[in-house]
């Protein structure tokens, strides 16, 4: 009975100490566990330093383009307040030159109204002129 008891108690034994890891074993998984985190750790951190790097280089390159895109948009704004300038300035040319142009025409037509009161001052004198003649040319042809 002695026999099957022993028997019993190492079976038992190594079914138990089969089913239960070593602690040699346990180390080996821990050290497997340490190391595959370790790595797992550090390929997140430089994927987190990579994508780190490239958003900031993305960054950079978007304010770069801006700064860019301002000082050309700058640089226009520049060029269409020197161009609202000259048409400012011939603007304010030819409205001179059309006040110019009404202040002679105007002048225009006060000679012009004048040479025709003239006009009808020597047609009127002229009438009188010729009533004249004709008054004295009368009284000769009835002497003739």
């Given at each position: 009975?002695?026999t099957t008891i022993?028997?019993?108690?190492t079976?038992?034994?190594?079914?138990?100490t089969?089913?239960m890891?070593?602690?040699?074993e346990?180390g080996v998984?821990l050290?497997?566990l340490?190391?595959?985190?370790?790595e797992?750790?550090?390929?997140?951190?430089k994927?987190?330093?990579?994508?780190?790097a490239?958003?900031?280089s993305?960054i950079?390159?978007?304010?770069?383009?801006r700064k860019?895109?301002?000082f050309n948009?700058s640089?226009?704004?520049?060029k269409?307040?020197?161009?609202n300038?000259?048409?400012?300035?011939?603007?304010?040319?030819?409205?001179?030159?059309?006040?110019?142009l009404?202040?002679?025409t105007?002048?225009?037509?006060r000679?012009h109204?004048e040479?025709?009161?003239?006009?009808?001052e020597?047609?009127r004198v002229?009438?009188?002129i010729?009533?004249?003649?004709?008054?004295r040319?009368?009284?000769?042809?009835?002497?003739?």
């Amino acid at each position: 009975m002695t026999t099957t008891i022993a028997t019993i108690g190492t079976s038992t034994n190594q079914s138990t100490t089969g089913q239960m890891p070593t602690l040699f074993e346990g180390g080996v998984a821990l050290a497997l566990l340490y190391f595959v985190l370790k790595e797992a750790i550090e390929f997140f951190k430089k994927k987190d330093d990579a994508e780190g790097a490239l958003t900031q280089s993305l960054i950079d390159d978007l304010r770069k383009e801006r700064k860019e895109d301002l000082f050309n948009m700058s640089q226009i704004m520049l060029k269409i307040d020197g161009s609202n300038q000259q048409i400012a300035i011939a603007i304010h040319d030819m409205s001179k030159a059309i006040h110019d142009l009404n202040v002679s025409t105007q002048q225009n037509a006060r000679i012009h109204s004048e040479i025709f009161g003239l006009l009808r001052e020597q047609e009127r004198v002229l009438h009188k002129i010729e009533a004249h003649i004709s008054d004295r040319e009368a009284p000769k042809r009835v002497s003739v």
